[in-house]
Nanobody
Framework: VQLQESGGGLVQAGGSLRLSCAASGRSFSRYAMGWFRQAPEKEREFVAAVSWTGGNTYYADSVKGRFTISRDNAKNTVYLQMNSLKAEDTDVYFC?????????????????WGQGTQVTVSS
C-alpha cells in the first residue's frame, strides 16, 4: 500500500490541525494504521494507532485527550485530528500501515510509510 499525508502546516499554540493520509490499494480495510512523528536526529515516536475497523484506538500519553485518530475505509483514508497544539508537537508526522488488523505502537511493526508532513506550532 502507498501512503500520502497532507494537512500539515504552521499553527499557533492552542490551535488545531487535521492530518489526512490517503492510501492506495484495495486492501486498506485489512490494515491497522498508525501515526508517528520524528524530529531531526531523534527516533521516530509513536503518536496514535487504529485497528482495521476503527473500533480500537491507542495514543501516546503525550497526546492523549488532545489528538484523535480515525479512519474512513470507504475513502481509504486515516485522519489525525490535533487540538490544543503545543510547541513540543512540532515535528514531521508520518502515517504508516501494518499488514494485520491489530494496531501497534512499535514502528518496526509497520511495513509501509508515507513521506511525512511538517507540523510547526509557534509559541
Amino acid at each position: 500500500v502507498q501512503l500520502q499525508e497532507s494537512g500539515g502546516g504552521l499553527v499557533q499554540a492552542g490551535g488545531s490541525l487535521r492530518l489526512s493520509c490517503a492510501a492506495s490499494g484495495r486492501s486498506f480495510s485489512r490494515y491497522a494504521m498508525g501515526w508517528f512523528r520524528q524530529a531531526p536526529e531523534k527516533e521516530r515516536e509513536f503518536v496514535a494507532a487504529v485497528s482495521w475497523t476503527g473500533g480500537n484506538t491507542y495514543y501516546a500519553d503525550s497526546v492523549k485527550g488532545r489528538f484523535t485518530i480515525s479512519r474512513d475505509n470507504a475513502k481509504n483514508t486515516v485522519y489525525l485530528q490535533m487540538n490544543s497544539l503545543k510547541a513540543e508537537d512540532t515535528d514531521v508526522y508520518f502515517c504508516a500501515a501494518r499488514e494485520v488488523p491489530f494496531a501497534s505502537s512499535r514502528p518496526e511493526d509497520f511495513v509501509s510509510w508515507g513521506q511525512g508532513t511538517q507540523v510547526t506550532v509557534s509559541s
